[in-house]
């Protein structure tokens, strides 16, 4: 089967299934946002007391132990309280706060998004501060807490120190006066090294890069594209998923013929000629004329003469179409064959329980006039089950089919006998889609 051919059976003849779901797809992208408020965005940047990255992988850690301050629900909660504005924290900290690195360097953007932009500004800014002053809090108590330490220790020694200085100058004998001479030189000793490492952390803590606020959230705020149009789209591709996905299958389950290449293929016969424009309809009058079948006739008469056909029977799969002017077009133009009009045979039930009979003439594979060929008049959609009734009548009355003749049908309806797959003697007919 031909990619062409697919594409027709599943877009051509389910195209309405494949609109519907297209279409529910899209209103249901819609739907989803009919609530939809506009979102703004504030973004602040700023840099954290770390030195400048090498790589990208040291600039994303740096990201990530910004966004892990940045997201907590705490500080946003506090950050919150001093602007004085009422959010849920946890959504907000959750949904719409985000860090990212610029490039590879130690430069971070954070952004929030809010419905309102100056809240959307001043929460940007907030968050940033509290950054920075949790960030220092974490970095930099560690040192401040070895410094007062040492403050208080060499505080301690100052003061024992001056506690000797007064004793010495009370001292009256030279051996008191020296022991304590030597101890206060040990007190200066001791108080001389916690200087010394005071003066140590004070610089490590100088040279240290500074965590600041390098460029603040500045009205107005951004306004965010919404989710709208991605959804639709997304919606409308799942829509169109679901009904290939369904027509497929109804595919699978009904084949359907659609085309001449695939009604030849369907029939094991030839596609005569097709004809352009809607046939002749009981009750109707307007049909073909002569111009639109004379590729028909032409071929009709080839094929006669090469099975060896005298007589050619035209049936209709649609039994609401009229065949009488194509029969008579066909007829005036044949020179070797005379041509008629076959209706499928179908079991008559006289009454219930009656045995079925069929028509004789459909018995019968020569006639009067010599051997009988049977030319198939079908629209160019049908499904493979109509053609059932077609292959039980040619093998019970042993007429050679000669080939189809099809034709665009507007409707694209086949009235095909109703339960011909089950009670074939039923005399009733049941309109289908082709």
Known sequence: MELGEVIGRIFGRHKKLIAALVLAGLLAGFAIHLDDAPRYSASARLVLDTSDPEDQAQSGVIADTTRAIASGPSLVREALATIGVRRDATELARRHVSVQALGSSGVMQLSVTDSDPEVAVALANAIAESVIRTRLQVTAGEAASVVRSLDKQITLFQ?????????????????????????????????????????????????????????????????????RLPDLVLGGLLGLLLGVGAAAMVESLRPTLVGRTAIARGTEAPVLAELVGPPQRRGHRHGWVAADVAEAAMHVELVAVAAGVQQVRLMALDRQVDLSNLVQILGDSLKTATVQQAD???????????????????????????RIGLVLVAPTVLKLADLDPVKDFLTISGWPLLGVIVYQSPRRKALVPGGQRSTRSQDTYTEVDA
Do not use: C, H, N
């Open 159 to 227: 003061q024992q120190i001056s506690d000797l200085d007064a004793r010495i100058d009370q001292a009256g004998g030279a051996a008191a006066s020296g022991q304590l001479v030597r101890r206060r030189e040990a007190l200066e000793q001791r108080m001389s090294q916690l200087e010394s490492e005071r003066a140590s952390v004070q610089t490590t803590r100088a040279l240290r890069p500074k965590a600041d606020v390098l460029d603040a959230a500045s009205p107005p705020a951004q306004q965010l594209p919404g989710r």
């Open 344 to 370: 499928m045979p179908t079991a008559r039930r006289r009454r219930p329980g009656a045995r079925a009979e069929l028509e004789p003439e459909a018995l019968q594979s020569e006639g009067e006039g010599g």
